[in-house]
T-cell receptor, first 111, second 118 residues
Framework: RKEVEQDPGPFNVPEGATVAFNCTYS??????FFWYRQDCRKEPKLLMS???SGNEDGRFTAQLNRASQYISLLIRDSKLSDSATYLC????????????FGTGTLLAVQP | GAVVSQHPSWVICKSGTSVKIECRSL??????MFWYRQFPKQSLMLMAT?????????EQGVEKDKFLINHASLTLSTLTVTSAHPEDSSFYIC??????????????FGPGTRLTVL
């Protein structure tokens, strides 16, 4: 079983749609959680951290359920520029500070 | 955010040659740098963690004699792929963490190096 699992998609949605991505992680000792965005043939870029209380940044809302080991990302009013791969990322605690990446969910926003 | 550069951005080499990739933190001191590899349609996989002035810590399954890592200064880490073969063709990405900001701060990613071995 992969440590971080995501639906690979692709998710093809029209502009203005709301789309949700889900992610599960297997290591209960995971301490920090993130969503990254990766454009084709580029490096990943931090989209937002995910907090236990849930957090919002403009059109993006992230949720964390530690009991279910489940993370979500909701994108409202999708834009063409949102088209990218969204990576669910988990960090283990301790001195290693390792990031474990999911395989990503591909989003294609259509005009 | 902080800037991390990689050089070269892409490289094509013949099988059996060695390739060196540089990762630099441009505006902060990186006590720790990480090297990742990403194959097409797959996730980033951590290869090794590099701490300045000490030996790198390699992930399970990564050959330390094949992927040589040197982190000789607080702003530079290098990854050398020795005797590269076509199966080593991949997207290599480094990230760096600003040690002055504590152990749990953000990792900043370089733009990646695309290696193609013929």
């Amino acid at each position: 079983r992969k440590e971080v699992e995501q639906d690979p998609g692709p998710f093809n949605v029209p502009e203005g749609a709301t789309v949700a991505f889900n992610c599960t992680y297997s290591n209960s000792a995971s301490q920090s959680f993130f969503w990254y965005r990766q454009d084709c043939r580029k490096e990943p870029k931090l989209l937002m951290s995910v907090y236990s209380s849930g957090n919002e940044d403009g059109r993006f809302t992230a949720q964390l359920n530690r009991a279910s080991q489940y993370i979500s990302l909701l994108i409202r009013d999708s834009k063409l520029s949102d088209s990218a791969t969204y990576l669910c990322v988990v960090r283990y605690g301790g001195a290693t500070n390792k990031l474990i990446f999911g395989t990503g969910t591909l989003l294609a926003v259509q005009p | 955010g902080a800037v991390v550069s990689q050089h070269p951005s892409w490289v094509i080499c013949k099988s059996g040659t060695s390739v060196k990739i540089e990762c630099r933190s441009l505006d902060f001191q990186a006590t720790t740098m990480f090297w990742y590899r990403q194959f097409p349609k797959q996730s980033l996989m951590l290869m090794a963690t590099s701490n300045e002035g000490s030996k790198a810590t390699y992930e399970q399954g990564v050959e330390k004699d094949k992927f040589l890592i040197n982190h000789a200064s607080l702003t530079l880490s290098t990854l050398t792929v020795t005797s590269a073969h076509p199966e080593d063709s991949s997207f290599y990405i480094c990230s760096a963490r600003d040690g002055a900001s504590g152990p749990y701060n953000e990792q900043f990613f370089g733009p990646g190096t695309r290696l193609t071995v013929l």
